[in-house]
């Protein structure tokens, strides 16, 4: 009996672990599609794009909402890391770039994302950096 339960947890368990990241990774594909979202509204509002993810969260407590502070995403994204992915961003001369990577690669993610004011979303599989190069995410 025990060795049938340790047969099915052998065969479940990374079963289970894909769906999870794979669902953990949509949603950081959404976050990405926010972020692209408020730096357009961001670039209307302001005339440029925001350099830094701070830039478009909320003010510190007290503080009014500007070109600093826009309010435009929550506290938890513009920190720079949820849903065990790290989010930086960051300004060019263009426009922006942002890239998402696991906080633990294989564990909290399985792909790195990249986006630019194109709002096309790029993915590596692996722990490699994506980048413009790297295929589209679909």
């Not at 099915?8 to 599609?33: S, W």
């Not at 005339?47 to 506290?75: D, F, M, S, W």
Request: aromatic residues 8%.
């Amino acid at each position: 009996m025990m060795a049938i339960i340790a047969i099915i947890l052998a065969v479940a368990l990374p079963i289970m672990t894909r769906a999870r990241l794979g669902a953990e990774e949509t949603m950081v594909v959404k976050e990405i599609h926010t972020i692209a979202q408020c730096q357009t509204q961001y670039q209307s509002q302001f005339g440029k794009y925001a350099a830094t993810l701070a830039e478009l969260g909320p003010p510190v407590r007290g503080g009014a909402e500007g070109p600093q502070a826009a309010h435009l995403i929550p506290a938890s994204l513009a920190s720079g890391e949820k849903d065990g992915y790290r989010f930086v961003l960051t300004a060019t001369a263009g426009g922006y770039t942002l890239v998402a990577t696991p906080e633990v690669f294989g564990k909290t993610g399985r792909r790195t994302f990249f986006l630019d004011q194109d709002g096309i979303v790029h993915q590596n599989w692996g722990p490699e950096m994506a980048s413009l190069d790297s295929p589209e995410f679909k």
